[in-house]
């Protein structure tokens, strides 16, 4: 840990001057930030060119102090600080020394979480498809989802920050999703699929072979007339296979597809996937789901069927890693019926936990979960060091209904007050106190206190999302 | 079955020093049912006594308590019998005692508007005004909505018209938990279906508020003569009125024992509801819907006494491209519910016009309102979702809170039930277990 805290530093001096860089170079040296889940691509390919304007290279210090921070990997400190530099978190902890000249939030009796990553999504960035030239940064769509705490989302083909007031550098990945058809009731389809897997998978091995041939006269490169590409990208990690399929009969080619070829697939629906979470989970599928669906089932089916409440929490238990969405992917609260749109995401999560999900797995299905299927677990989903510093302040449990977004931060930068912002502003507003001038120092309150805290966040980096924090129950 | 009376006995003398018996459930799953004796439940009709034990009950009482802490509840013959704490009331020997431990205890959750009880036959749209029309007919005991409703804690409905005309029939009051018609029926007619406004639009000649008014006044005035000249007949004796199955619903209304249920929304179609219907008929009438802007009104209502059952949409939002035809305020998201409490009004309830929004979401309304705005500090929200409706439906002295002498319509959850995390984990209705996800699976 405070090994890869150095390397960080040493990294981050080198690289003064680029404001918002993100990513290519300092993955390669930084192998600490890479999360195992992001299955390669790193987002080398469709990140955002980083002509930054070099004239602007003050360093940028911002700080959240005095919150319980929610890492989002299990870790609970509390009333701790989270400092950024350019806006990457360099440090979570106690006694942090705080830059003169940073910016500092003083959050004392609030939460501090990472930012939600809303895996679908219409709206929230003002713009159509492609959001790298059309996102509208001053959008009442942005304003909604910050103020609903989510930070990021997928839109069309496209992972995006809510960087409200920016518009350089908020795309973050594009085609990470590799749409298959798989053909419900169409047994055809299905083998017509198959069939795409056995020659892509066949062209990808004479590939290799090829490729590694270090002999002079090894031939030409393999013709991939007739292969699908999508395939390929998918066998070789590059994208996720994402599949749209509820029944327990397709749930299941899935798997059987996803096992033989070695790919981990994301399924969005799995109405039923309850009924076969083993099977998904030793295939190692992420599901994206709607915990609040509702279907009655077949009356031809002899077995299980049909929607479950337990659904999350059953697929969790096998090992299926779930996304929540929200029933309706709008902004809108629809003619004022709330509660069903993004923006509730968090109530979204909240059924999951009626159904059984551990609180903190249902926190990681609107946070980190979505971010590795998307490939930018390594930069979003979790508080951790080395990451972006995209994270909201709250006025209690996320996943409470009553709880408020009071501060969201993109990249160091504030970009949503609820005070100083309309629509919530007038809702329950922040005492006094809150409004308080900022403090300056790091209190470094519960030093002694909270020491085992702050030791169970220091190992966080690696899995201790497998640790429940002091105040949730955890998944046996 | 020996062992269960023993432990009757053992906990009695326990209840003395006021603590509850071992190993009470804290979890989800732990909670184990009452167990029938000769096939009659305990608490129900006929059967011994049950006694539910726990540490949280919501009384809900309206003007009344709220919470008991450390209670104990009997209940016998599917109704309330005695509810104190456990240092008040003594457990008889022969009781079966339901230790719910961590658990809440509270009453099920009413809901003044559904669509979903039957099979939705019923928003015929040839007459205007169908005061005859009758929703009984139409109902489905035990149908799949109804049952997931069930599992979201809602016991009873007032199964209702669509709002395609003026008036559309009757509504019909009902349990959810039983598979007859006969034992699901709490009252019929439940209520007599107005809408106001804002839909009937759509009838084929596509009226307008003046005609609508005319012809709702009109159809009102009939009813009221009809009903009057049942009264005089009633107290003075004299011919014997023809009875027209049309107009029979107003001697209801005119004693007051059924309910108008208004489809009204919008600040100038409330102030028609409330100086048609109340000021000039003298018809006894909640609001339901009550949305966008009405709460601008509601000091109006509140001064009349008048319920409101709010919803689907609570929450108004600016117009601002959201959508087009709302918005109150134009740069603040509006609750509903706290819109109505800030101009004083304390009536206040909650629907789903299900299947507008899922029958077994109607806690959901009640969190929505809190979330934007309600205060909560007083327990408006699971009122909202008990008493307030029951009171607004007429049916008060039956349902909507664990007070003695109501029916034993109770609800075993995880906690409180506005909050969506929390789960319903055993449901008595008349006293009988009607909802057991132990034994058949959790549902929601």
Known sequence: ?476 | MKSKLQFAAFAVSLSLFGSAATAAPSERGDLEAPVAINGVEPGAQGGVGLAIVGKKFVLAEWGGRSVLDNGVLLVKDGKIQKVGTQSEVTIPAEYQILDVGDHWVMPGLVEMHNHVAGRFGLNDMVYLANPGLRASADVEPGNSMTKMGLAGGVTSVLYIPGSGTNVGGQGVLLRTGFDTYERCEIRNPGSLKLAQAGNPERWLMRPGRTLMNYNTRNTFRRGIAYAKKWEAYEKDGGVKPRVNPQWEIFRHLRKREVHISTHTQMYQVVLKTITMVHDELGLPFFIDHGTFDTWRLAAEAEKREIFGVLGPRNVDPPSRSMIAWAGSAPERMQGVAAGYQAQGFTRIGFNTDSPVIPQEELQLQAAIGVRYGLDDAEMVALRGLTIVPAMAGGIADTVGSLEVGKDADILITTGNITDPRHSVELILQLGEVVYNPQEEGRRW
């Open chain 1, 1 to 476: 840990m405070k090994k890869s805290m150095l390397q960080w530093f040493g990294i981050l001096l080198a690289s003064v001057g680029v404001l918002h860089f993100s990513a290519a170079p300092a993955f390669s040296l930084t192998p600490t930030w890479q999360d195992e889940e992001s299955d390669g691509g790193e987002g080398s390919e469709s990140d955002t060119d980083q002509d930054e304007d070099e004239a602007e290279d003050k360093d940028r210090w911002y700080a959240v102090v005095g919150g319980d921070i929610y890492t989002g990997t299990g870790a609970v400190l509390k009333g701790a600080t989270l400092l950024s530099h350019n806006g990457r978190i360099v440090q979570i902890g106690y006694n942090v020394d705080i830059p003169e000249s940073a910016e500092v939030l003083s959050a004392t009796g609030y939460r501090v979480y990472p930012g939600i990553v809303a895996i679908a999504s219409t709206g929230l960035f003002g713009g159509g498809s492609d959001l790298a030239n059309s996102v509208d940064p001053y959008s009442q769509g942005m304003l909604l989802g910050l103020a609903s705490g989510i930070t990021s989302a997928v839109q069309g083909g496209e992972i995006a920050k809510l960087k409200r007031g920016f518009i350089e550098g908020t795309v973050m990945r594009s085609n990470f999703f590799q749409s298959m058809r798989l053909g419900t009731n169409n047994p055809s389809g299905k083998m017509q699929l198959r069939e795409k897997f056995e020659e892509a998978s066949k062209y990808l091995r004479k590939y290799r072979r090829w490729r590694n041939d270090r002999s002079k006269d090894k031939g030409p490169e393999p013709k991939a007339t007739g292969i699908d590409m999508g395939i390929v990208a998918v066998l070789r990690g590059e994208r996720r296979a994402y599949f749209s399929e509820s029944q327990r009969a397709d749930l299941l080619d899935i798997a059987s597809l996803a096992q033989k070829y070695g790919f981990r697939p994301v399924i969005s629906g799995g109405t039923e996937a309850w009924t076969v979470a083993d099977e998904l989970g030793r295939a190692g599928a992420t599901v994206i789901l709607t915990p609040r669906t509702r279907n009655d089932k077949s009356e031809q089916l002899v077995r299980d069927g049909g929607s479950s409440i337990e659904n999350a929490a059953i697929l969790h238990r096998s090992g299926v890693q779930v996304v929540v969405r929200s029933p309706s992917q709008g902004n809108s609260t629809m003619g004022g019926i709330a509660g069903r749109d993004v923006i509730h995401i968090p109530i979204s999560a909240s059924f999951a936990v009626r159904g059984g999900l551990p609180e903190q797995a249902a926190l990681e299905s609107i946070t980190i979960n979505p971010a590795r299927i998307a490939g930018v677990s390594h930069r979003i989903g979790t508080l951790e060091v080395g990451k972006d510093a995209d994270f909201i302040v709250t006025d209690g449990d996320l996943l409470h209904y009553a709880t408020f977004v009071q501060w969201a931060v993109v990249d160091g930068e504030m970009v949503y007050d609820k005070q100083a912002e309309m629509y919530y502003a007038h809702i329950r507003p922040r005492a006094e106190a809150a409004l308080a001038p900022a403090i300056k120092t790091d209190p470094g309150e519960g030093e002694e206190e909270s020491s085992e805290e702050a030791g169970e966040g220091e190992e966080s980096d690696e899995d201790a999302s497998k640790d429940g924090d002091d105040e949730k129950e955890s998944d046996s």
